[in-house]
Structure formats: C-alpha cells, structure tokens
C-alpha cells in the first residue's frame, strides 16, 4: 500500500529554518513528479514547490522563491523542503503529495511566531 509520511515540522521564530522530509513506502518514489502544499486556517491548500522524478526541474510558488529548496534522495525514497527565512505568513499544515496517483500524506505543521 503507497504511503507518504511527513516529518521535521515544529514550532520557530520569524527569520528561522526548518526542514521537511516526505518518506514514501510502498512504491518507488523515483518514478514521479512530487509535490508539496500547504494549508493555513480557513484558507484553500496550495502548492508550495514541485520537482519533477529526476530533482533537476523545480518550481516555487512566488511567495517562497528564495527562501524554499525542494530536493530529493531517490535512494532514499525520500523528498525535501529547506525552509529559511520562515514569516508568520508560513504557518500551515504541510502536505507531501504525488499528483499523478494523488498520493498524500497526513501532513505536519509549521508554525512561525514569535
């Protein structure tokens, strides 16, 4: 059975870092483009980052363009988002995500305060 489990999310203040892992188990990770998204209270998800099977094509929603990484470990069935410069504004629930098969995980927060 596919399964999609993030981790590394947490509580820090503005001007932090964090970083994501999304670990998949039950297929091979390798073979698809991934996601993640995230979702604030009473707003709609939305797509933070997508990498394409092989890591060398990326791409970042405006509002996190310099300050998010996504990466991925094929070998590890693994995918990641460095996460700096983190705002109040990152808040949200953050969600792994394989589009093709709409594959995702349970999600892990991120909270920005101070």
């Known amino acids: 059975q596919a399964r999609l489990v993030e981790s590394g999310g947490g509580s820090v203040q503005p001007g932090g870092s964090l970083t994501l892992s999304c670990v998949g188990s039950?297929?091979?990770?390798?073979?698809?483009?991934m996601r993640w998204y995230r979702q604030a209270p009473g707003k709609e998800r939305e797509m933070v980052a997508d990498i394409n099977s092989v890591g060398n094509r990326k791409n970042y929603m405006d509002s996190v363009k310099g300050r998010f990484t996504v990466s991925r470990d094929n070998r590890k069935n693994t995918m990641y988002l460095q996460m700096s410069s983190l705002k109040p504004e990152d808040t949200a629930v953050y969600y792994c995500a394989v589009p093709l098969y709409d594959y995702w995980g349970q999600g892990t927060q991120v909270t920005v305060s101070s």
């Open positions: 039950g297929f091979i990770i390798s073979a698809y483009a």
